[in-house]
């Protein structure tokens, strides 16, 4: 079969890069080692998460936000506005100059625009709760302004992660309309309590049962229980980690060996929530190692930033391209199953000449 139709079909979203691969592979051609661009990918993540991390802890800390919210005493709104939105704009010129020249790199900006969208969103969202008086219509215009930013990243950047940063803004203005016909229909939040370290064992030890199971097969989509399975083990160890300081360890370990799986393996979501987990684990230890969370905060921003121009800097040099078949599939031998069409599209049929 001519080896350049999977990517078609990728592009057109009937598979996704994963599937591209194999497909190739079982046809006799190859892709150069994509563990470069996976390691790319990873600090992309890491160094993302830590950069918003820093920049909101800035935002609600040392500028005085918490004393704001939780005890009415005038703070730094302004401020603290204005350094979210900074975070949210660093981060979206980020995913602007990442790159999408290759398909890891494309996964990579579509987590990373949606990062900017959420940071945009809290920007958005100290503005209309401190400096401007909305009142019951803060909601609502909380949602429009995170919609206006979700709705061209999605078309700019369509992906998994935009398309649920673009439906999580639709369900905010649902909620604001919902605020502003009836105040009282807006249901309170719900609170875990007295959680036990049992309960904390319990959770790792159904997330690691889960991703093990997933891992040699027997839970499918292997996608939805790799999220599972990290899911429950990431739960386990916030219980243990905030019951003593000293199970951070068994955080760290967590991210990273995931981190290590999703390279190995080409996860991208598996990747980012290692990378979620291994920030948050490393935000904890600067805040044990420093005491002033300033100087943690500017930590977190200098390590975060390292990550990414290490992630920028280090483009991709041909490792996706399409290696030349060398082999060629014995006649008579089924090809790859070809995928369902498009709608209003012609079925794909393989010609004698592929």
Do not use: C, K
């Amino acid at each position: 079969m001519n080896l350049e139709r999977p990517a078609d079909w990728r592009r057109q979203g009937l598979i996704n890069f994963e599937h591209e691969q194999r497909i190739v592979e079982s046809e006799g051609g190859a892709y150069g080692d994509p563990s470069g661009l996976r390691i790319r990918e990873a600090l992309a993540y890491l160094g993302t998460l830590l950069l918003v991390g820093g920049g909101l802890v800035l935002a609600f800390d040392v500028l005085d936000l918490g004393e704001l919210l939780f005890t009415g005493d005038e703070g730094n709104d302004w401020g603290a506005f204005l350094v979210a939105l900074a975070v949210a704009l660093g981060v979206g010129a980020i995913a602007y100059l990442f790159g999408r020249d290759d398909p890891v790199s494309e996964r990579a900006v579509g987590y990373i625009a949606a990062l900017a969208i959420g940071t945009f969103a809290v920007a958005a969202g100290l503005f209309v709760a401190t400096i401007a008086d909305f009142g019951d219509s803060a909601i609502l215009i909380l949602g429009l302004v995170t919609l206006v930013a979700a709705l061209p990243t999605w078309v700019w950047q369509p992906s998994a992660p935009t398309h649920i940063a673009l439906h999580v803004s639709l369900w905010i203005v649902i909620v604001g309309l919902i605020t502003v016909v009836d105040s009282d229909a807006l249901p309170g939040l719900l609170s875990l309590e007295d959680v036990t370290v049992f309960s904390a064992v319990l959770f790792i030890i159904l997330g690691i049962g889960w991703l093990a199971l997933t891992h040699v097969g027997y839970m499918v989509p292997t996608a939805t229980g790799l999220v599972l399975g990290t899911l429950a083990t990431w739960t386990g160890t916030e219980i243990l980690v905030a019951d003593t300081s000293g199970w951070l360890i068994l955080q760290l370990a967590l991210g990273g060996g995931l981190i290590v799986h999703a390279i190995t393996h080409g996860r991208s979501v598996v990747m980012f929530l290692g990378a979620l987990i291994a920030a948050e684990g490393t935000a904890r230890l600067i805040g044990e190692l420093f005491d002033d969370i300033t100087t943690g905060a500017i930590v977190a921003l200098v390590l975060g930033a390292g990550a990414l121009l290490m992630a920028i800097a280090s483009r991709d040099r041909g490792s996706w391209n399409l290696v030349t078949a060398l082999t060629v599939p014995p006649s008579g031998e089924d090809s790859a199953p070809l995928p369902p069409p498009l709608p209003g599209e012609e079925p794909p049929i393989a010609s004698e000449d592929e």
